[in-house]
């Protein structure tokens, strides 16, 4: 997450012509929203999420939920369904 460079070739691949790449991608900020500590988090009714909110602002600060939104919109099933998945974890 301090690497911007890292995220701007991420943001890159999300939009790239390549469905492949996009799905890669998107996989890799779905990583970045969600993690194991937040579903602990949610077990123990411990909704505090510093450590995922933050990674959320940034990444939506750097536009990464414009580009899922429309990647949601994507004739690619499988992209699609990533797409949506990864909303829905900002969205938790």
């Known amino acids: 997450m301090t690497n911007d460079d890292m995220l701007q070739k991420i943001k890159y691949y999300m939009g790239h012509s390549n469905v ?13 929203i969600w993690n194991e ?15 995922s909110q933050e990674r959320q602002d940034k990444l939506r600060e750097m536009g990464f939920v414009d580009i899922l939104h429309k990647l949601t919109q994507a004739s690619d099933p ?3 369904d990533r797409a949506k998945t990864a909303m829905q974890q900002y969205l938790a």
């Not at 602990?40 to 411990?46: C, E, G, L, R, Y």
């Open 78 to 80: 499988n992209l699609c």
């Open 37 to 51: 500590e937040d579903v602990q988090a949610v077990v123990n009714s411990d909704f505090s999420h510093k450590g």
């Open 20 to 32: 492949k790449l996009q799905l890669a991608a998107t996989f890799c900020i779905s990583n970045l």
